[in-house]
């Protein structure tokens, strides 16, 4: 039965005839888990130069080679929303990281806030769940990870001219379909412990935030932000 190719995020450049040599990990993966072997394709992307079809031509548990033949997609601009949130327990932030990159935002932002229960973020396990969400749903480009940030600091970091989603709880905020989606925005989601009072204050006067409600219920923070990707990718048409 013919199978879709597997899709393999690298780092490297892609051109015809390119050689390309896997690290052990990826090697590992294509040897002990898929089974392939020499001459089997798979597709192949890195951010920059669209995705292509290789051909696998050596084969180890440890290394793997590979030959870049065609290119199936060119290179395409993937803007979408970029979604800065709380860190959460870890399993519930992978699951956050994964669906956000396949709802398409463009960038992860993680933000303490003062009831943000988790005390750092892995940084490598976030870019690894990103690019093992980016291979399987055909994105052409991962999402960009920016270091974490303190609420506090968010003015500061952020560039006004793209506006920003305040996920509130409180639900006074604009439902999603009264607001302006001509720009991907930023969109901002609280900790399970929502935002402190003196965070909303803060929150309020920024001339940039836009309050946004997500309907008549309280959401889990992740189920608040795929929410808000969905719907932004809906109002926005972003087909
Ligand atoms: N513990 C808080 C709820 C926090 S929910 C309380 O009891 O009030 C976690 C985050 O999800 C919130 O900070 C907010 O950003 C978002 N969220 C949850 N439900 C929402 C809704 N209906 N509208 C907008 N944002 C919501």
Redesign the pocket.
């Known amino acids: 039965m013919a199978r879709t190719p597997t899709r393999l995020y690298v780092t490297d450049d892609l051109t015809a005839g390119q050689s390309i040599s896997l690290p052990p990990s990826q090697a590992h993966y294509l040897h002990g888990v898929l089974r392939l072997s020499p001459g089997d394709s798979l597709h192949l992307f890195n951010g920059r130069e669209g995705e292509w079809l290789a051909e696998l031509r050596d084969m180890s548990k440890k290394q793997a080679r590979l030959e870049v033949t065609t290119q199936t997609r060119p290179q395409m601009p993937e803007p979408g929303p970029w979604l800065l949130f709380a860190p959460l327990k870890k399993d519930r932030t992978d699951f956050l990281v994964e669906k956000a990159t396949e709802l398409g935002a463009a960038a992860l932002w993680p933000v303490f806030t003062r009831h943000t229960v988790a005390a750092r973020v892995n940084q490598e396990r976030l870019r690894a769940q990103v690019i093992e969400a980016a291979e399987q749903c055909g994105r052409l480009t991962l999402p960009e990870l920016i270091p974490p940030l303190t609420l506090n600091n968010l003015e500061r970091a952020w560039d006004p001219a793209r506006p920003l989603w ?4 409180s ?1 006074t ?1 604009t439902p999603l379909k009264d607001l302006d989606v001509s720009a991907a925005p930023g969109i ?8 402190a009072e003196a965070e909303l204050d803060l929150l309020r006067r920024l001339p940039f935030a836009v309050r ?10 992740e ?2 932000a795929l929410a808000a990707l969905a719907g932004w990718q809906a109002l926005a048409d972003d087909q």
């Open positions: 305040i996920a509130d709880e639900r905020g901002l989601i609280g900790p399970e412990g929502g935002f946004v409600s997500l309907g008549p219920r309280l959401l889990r923070a189920t608040a």
